[in-house]
C-alpha cells in the first residue's frame, strides 16, 4: 500500500464474499450461522439509516478492479424500436440503500456479475481466465421472501413481488445479508479492462473548452504583442531620439523610473521564499501532469499520482533552492542560511500545519481518512531529511551564482510617487489579472473538483497538460501588460504587487470553490465542510504560488528587457 493511497484514505480490508473463478452461485447467505437472520441493534439501525440517507457508496474490488453499477439511460424514448439506443453509463461502488417516501431501505442482496477473458493457449495447456469487469446488481429483500437453507444457501423470490427491506432507526431489525455470483465471458482484453471505468460521456465538453481556451488566449496574445510592441517601439524611438531635441519636453512615462525600478523590494526574503517554492511547485506538477499524460500513472494503481507528486516536490527542492538563493543575491540580500531554511519551512510548514490539524479532527471521527501517525512521521522525515538538504543545496549554488545583471543602475536617494488611479488599486488589479487564467481553465477545474470530492476517476491528463500550458501562457501575457501599466504611472514598486496580482486566478478558484460547495456538495455537518474548505484553502495557496512565480519571472524578463534596449545618460 503506497503513501498517496494512505493519504487519500483509502484503506483495504477482505470481506466475507467468497467468489471462486466461473463458479456461479445462485443465492448464498452471508455471515450465517445455520439459517438464522441478522439482528441489528437499535444502534446499528440507526446509524445504517443515518448512513443511507446522506447517501453513503459502498466500494468493493475484485482482482485490483473497483465493482461499479450499471446505469441504462435510454436515449431516443419514443421510437417502438425493440432496439433502443441505451447510454450506459457506470456508476463507482453501489448506493447502501435508498429512501422512498420516508421509509428507508437497506440494499441486503448482491448480485455480482463478473466478467472474464479467456486466454488462447497452445493446444495442451489449460485456458487461463482473467477477470476483465466488476458489476454488482444491489437488490433490497425483505427477510420473509427470502428462504435459507441449513447449508446457508437460499431461493431468491420469483418475479417482481417482493417487498424491500425497511431499516427502521428506532428498533431492532432482522434480515438477511445475501448474495449471488453470475460468471460472463467477455471479449474485453485484460490490457483494457479499465476502458469501461474511463468512459467518460464529455471529452466533448473538454474539446470545447480547450479551443475556447487556446482562442482567448491567441486573441490575447495579438493584442498584447500589437499594444506592447507598438507602443514600446514608439517608448524606446522617442527616448533614444531625444538627445538631439534640447530637452523642452517633459518627460513622462515608464524611462522616467530607470533609476528605481530594480531597487530591492521590502522582506526580500520572504519574496524569493516564496518564488522558490512557486517554482519547486511549477516543475512537480508539469513534471506529473506530463508522466501522467504518457500514461505511466495508471488508475489501477491507487495513490500512484500522490505518491509521485510527494516525492517529485522534495526532489524539486533543488530548483526551488537554486532560484530563490539565486534572486536573493540580486535582491543584495546576504543572509542566505536563513534564506535557504526560510525556503524550505514556509510553504511546506504551512501546507503541514494545516494538514495536522485538519488531520486532528478526522482522528477525533475515528475516520479511516485520517492519515495514521506513522505515515505523518514518515512524511517530516521526508521534508527534514529529503527536501530540508536539498534545498540548502540549491540555494548554496544560487546564491554562489552571478546575480541577474540588471541593465541599469539604482539610484541613491528613491524619488517620489505620483498619486495613484483607483483602478491600479492592488485588489482591483487582482481581480482583472485573474479573470483570463481563469476562464481558461474553470472548465477543467469543474472535473478535478468532481475527481477529489465526488468519487470520480479523473484520467484526461492529455486535455489537463494543455490546459497547463495554456495557463503559464496566459499568467505571463497578463503579468507583462499589468506591470507595464504600473511602470507607466511612474509606481515602481513592482516586485510585490506583480507577484500578488499575477496570483489573482487563485481568487476566482476560491470563489468558484465556494459556489461548488454550495451548489453541488449537500454537505450540512461542520467537520466535512471544515475538511472541504481546509483542503481548498491548500488549493487556492498552491495556485496562488504557482500562478505568482509564473507571472513574476514572465514580468522580471520583461522589464529587464525593455529597460535594456533604451539609451539612458
Known amino acids: 500500500m503506497g503513501k498517496g493511497e494512505v493519504l487519500r ?17 445462485k443465492c448464498e447467505v452471508l455471515c450465517s450461522q445455520s439459517n438464522k437472520p ?41 421510437s417502438d424500436d425493440k432496439k433502443k439506443e441505451k447510454d450506459v453509463q457506470f456508476e463507482h461502488g453501489y448506493r447502501l440503500g435508498f429512501t422512498d417516501v420516508n421509509k428507508i431501505y437497506l440494499h441486503n442482496h448482491l448480485s455480482f456479475i463478473l466478467y472474464y477473458h479467456r486466454e488462447d493457449m497452445e493446444e495442451d495447456q489449460e485456458h487461463t481466465y482473467r477477470v476483465v469487469r466488476f458489476e454488482v446488481i444491489p437488490q433490497s429483500i425483505r427477510l420473509e421472501d427470502l428462504k435459507a437453507d441449513e447449508k446457508s444457501s437460499c431461493t431468491l423470490p420469483e418475479g417482481t413481488n417482493s417487498s424491500p427491506q425497511e431499516i427502521d432507526p428506532t428498533k431492532e431489525n432482522q434480515l438477511y445479508f445475501t448474495y449471488s455470483v453470475h460468471w460472463e465471458e467477455s471479449d474485453i482484453k485484460w490490457a483494457s479492462r479499465w476502458d469501461t471505468y474511463l468512459t467518460m460521456s464529455d ?24 499594444i506592447i510592441i507598438r507602443t514600446l517601439r514608439k517608448d524606446i524611438a522617442n527616448y533614444n531620439k531625444e538627445d538631439d531635441i534640447e530637452d523642452t519636453m517633459e518627460e ?43 500514461g505511466m500513472l495508471s488508475p489501477s494503481s491507487r495513490g500512484a ?69 506513522p505515515t505523518m512521521v514518515a512524511l517530516l522525515c521526508m521534508w527534514f531529511g529529503i527536501s530540508l538538504p536539498l534545498v540548502y543545496l540549491g540555494y ?45 481553465m474553470f472548465i477543467e477545474l469543474f472535473f478535478i473538483f468532481s475527481a477529489i470530492w465526488e468519487n470520480q476517476f479523473y484520467y484526461l491528463f492529455g486535455f489537463l497538460f494543455l490546459v497547463f500550458i495554456i495557463l503559464v501562457v496566459s499568467c505571463s501575457q497578463i503579468s507583462i501588460v499589468m506591470v507595464y501599466f504600473q511602470l507607466c504611472a511612474e509606481d515602481y514598486r513592482w516586485w510585490w504587487r506583480n ?55 514572465a514580468a522580471y524578463m520583461f522589464v529587464r528587457k525593455i529597460y535594456a534596449a533604451v539609451k539612458i545618460d
Open 9 to 25: 484514505g483509502d484503506r483495504i480490508v477482505n470481506t466475507p464474499f467468497q467468489v471462486l473463478m466461473n463458479s456461479e452461485k
Open 38 to 78: 441478522v439482528t441489528l441493534t437499535v444502534e446499528q439501525s440507526r446509524l445504517v439509516a443515518e448512513r443511507i440517507t446522506e447517501d453513503y457508496y459502498v466500494h468493493l474490488i475484485a482482482d485490483n478492479l473497483p465493482v461499479a453499477t450499471r446505469l441504462e439511460l435510454y436515449s431516443n424514448r419514443d
Open 203 to 226: 471529452v466533448q465538453i473538454h474539446w470545447f473548452s480547450i479551443i475556447n481556451s487556446v482562442v482567448v488566449v491567441f486573441f490575447l496574445s495579438g493584442i498584447l504583442s500589437m
Open 252 to 294: 513622462s512615462g515608464w524611462k522616467l523610473v530607470h533609476g528605481d525600478v530594480f531597487r530591492p523590494p521590502q522582506y526580500p526574503m520572504i519574496l524569493s521564499s516564496l518564488l522558490g517554492s512557486g517554482i519547486q511547485l511549477f516543475c512537480m506538477i508539469l513534471i506529473v501532469i506530463f508522466v501522467a499524460m504518457l
Open 305 to 373: 499520482l500522490m505518491t509521485t507528486a510527494c516525492f517529485l516536490f522534495m526532489f524539486m527542492g533543488v530548483f526551488g533552492g537554486f532560484s530563490a538563493g539565486r534572486l536573493y543575491r540580486t535582491l543584495k540580500g546576504h543572509r542566505w542560511k536563513k534564506g535557504a531554511f526560510c525556503t524550505a519551512t514556509l510553504y511546506p510548514g504551512v501546507v503541514f500545519g494545516i494538514c495536522f490539524v485538519l488531520n486532528c479532527f478526522i482522528w477525533g471521527k475515528h475516520s479511516s481518512g485520517a492519515v495514521p501517525f
Open 396 to 440: 548554496y549554488f544560487g546564491f554562489r551564482k552571478q546575480p541577474y545583471d540588471n541593465p541599469v543602475r539604482t539610484n541613491q536617494i528613491p524619488r517620489q510617487i505620483p498619486e495613484q488611479r483607483w483602478y491600479m488599486n492592488r485588489f482591483v488589479g487582482i481581480l482583472m489579472a485573474g479573470i483570463l487564467p481563469f476562464g481558461a
Open 499 to 553: 507577484f500578488l496580482v499575477s496570483g489573482g486566478s487563485a481568487f476566482y478558484v476560491l470563489v468558484y470553490a465556494i459556489f461548488y460547495f454550495v451548489n453541488k456538495l449537500d454537505i450540512v455537518e461542520f467537520i466535512p465542510s471544515l475538511l472541504y474548505f481546509g483542503y481548498t484553502a491548500l488549493m487556492v495557496l498552491s495556485f496562488w504560488l504557482l500562478t505568482g512565480t509564473i507571472g513574476f519571472y
